[in-house]
């Protein structure tokens, strides 16, 4: 179907189903849900400059969709597919099309626990203090030009598709020009991706640094001075762990903050050992 076709929200064909499909394009106005419909699977459909904002979707999935200026503030997901592989959720192995969401607001925005993103691409996107927690299903997903602010948690990001890199038609996600200075990064990970491409918060909370495993080598003596074993021990794992991803997923650079030496240590020997750890070579990154 042609996505300058007139736009239609029905429901589906499987009648085991609950969800409605929505086709074709609409444009500057606000989506409107049917009396007891929380359900949708945009397939192919296109939308520009459409208000989503404040609905609750129990169900919402995008299949080789296109949202465009979209207003997504205050919508709340229970269930949420950005780039499903098809319209019925069956798989094909052959193609898997991108879903697009093109400078679209995510305000305040209720993501769903645990989303799939899928084969999809933000562009100039914002996500200002948005639900954005628990969300390890990204590998397919790309970001370029977008906004971060807010607490981000438990969130991976990639820069290669770990599988189906032949149904996807690339080897690498598109990941740069991002900025996160507005952002509270905890255990946020990026694996594979040129971090001097993106915009970090910068000192005294947070520094982009180099060579991560010569520093981490650095500063053990330092943690082996301290008196108390558990605070060696939980210093030492922590920084052995950061070394270990810096290497393995971004050719031994990492962003990092005092939480990366070790959560159960007491705040002033955090930052005792991050200051140490970024004060260990003139070549610190600006953030």
Not at 62 to 71: K, Q, T, V
Not at 186 to 213: K, M, N, T
Request: aromatic share 12%; proline share 5%.
């Amino acid at each position: 179907m042609s996505r300058s076709e007139r736009f239609s929200l029905r429901p589906s064909r499987e009648e085991w189903r609950r969800d409605w499909v929505a086709r074709g394009e609409l444009r500057d106005q606000r989506f409107e849900l049917p009396p007891g419909v929380r359900s949708v699977i945009f397939d192919r459909a296109r939308l520009v400059n459409v208000d989503f904002s404040g609905t609750g979707f129990a169900d919402f999935s995008s299949h080789a969709g296109e949202f465009e200026g979209c207003d997504f503030s205050g919508a709340a997901f229970e269930h949420l597919s950005m780039g499903a592989t098809a319209a019925g959720g069956v798989w094909n192995r052959i193609s898997w099309p991108q879903s697009v969401f093109r400078d679209c607001v995510f305000r305040r925005t209720r993501f769903a626990p645990l989303t799939s993103f899928g084969n999809v691409r933000f562009e100039r996107c914002v996500f200002d203090r948005s639900r954005l927690r628990r969300q390890t299903f990204t590998t397919e997903a790309e970001f370029v030009g977008c906004v971060f602010s807010g607490r981000l948690r438990e969130i991976n990001f990639w820069g290669r598709p770990t599988d189906e890199q032949a149904a996807l038609g690339r080897e690498r996600n598109a990941f740069s020009g991002n900025d996160f200075t507005a952002a509270e990064l905890e255990d946020v990970a990026f694996r594979h991706i040129d971090l001097h491409a993106q915009r970090w918060p910068g000192p005294p909370g947070y520094a982009l640094l180099d060579r991560v495993s010569a520093r981490v080598r650095a500063v053990l003596p330092l943690v082996e001075a301290w008196p108390d074993p558990k605070h060696r021990k939980e210093a030492r794992f922590s920084l052995e762990f950061l070394a270990g991803n810096a290497m393995e997923h971004n050719d031994d650079h990492a962003v990092v903050s005092s939480l990366d030496m070790g959560r159960r240590l007491p705040p002033a020997l955090r930052q005792e050992l991050f200051e140490a750890l970024t004060g260990s070579s003139t070549d610190t990154s600006p953030g």
